[in-house]
Nanobody, 125 residues
Framework: QVQLVESGGGLVQAGGSLRLSCVAS????????MGWFRQPPGKEREFVAA????????NYAESVKGRFSTLRDNAKNTVYLQMNSLKPEDTAVYYC??????????????????WGLGTQVTVSS
């Protein structure tokens, strides 16, 4: 019943921007922290960003700090990842995840209960 659906991925040139969306259904979105992870080709999945269930804090991986931002719109059951100044090393499959009453310091995949299927982001030189 729980479903997370990412969208907004695609091909973009270095220095450009993309906005990813994750629409949630089958859960009480307003009580869940939301996280973003990514998996570059040939590498392990890594933390990107998180926003607390009560929208009082966010956290970002050092590699994206100052370039990416995440925000939530509870009325639309949607969390966004705004990605600016994209670099080739940002190329990855991006996933959103949810955990009830989580905070923005949930950095590990094992802390999240629900996952989307991912969306591909490719950044060219």
């Amino acid at each position: 019943q729980v479903q997370l659906v990412e969208s907004g991925g695609g091909l973009v040139q270095a220095g450009g921007s993309l906005r990813l969306s994750c629409v949630a259904s089958g859960l009480d979105f307003s009580t869940h922290a939301m996280g973003w992870f990514r998996q570059p080709p040939g590498k392990e999945r890594e933390f990107v960003a998180a926003i607390s269930w009560n929208d009082d804090s966010t956290n970002y991986a050092e590699s994206v700090k100052g370039r990416f931002s995440t925000l939530r719109d509870n009325a639309k059951n949607t969390v966004y990842l705004q990605m600016n100044s994209l670099k080739p090393e940002d190329t990855a499959v991006y996933y959103c995840a949810a955990v009830k009453f989580g905070n923005s310091r949930f950095f590990q995949s094992s802390e999240y209960a629900s996952w989307g299927l991912g969306t591909q982001v490719t950044v060219s030189s």
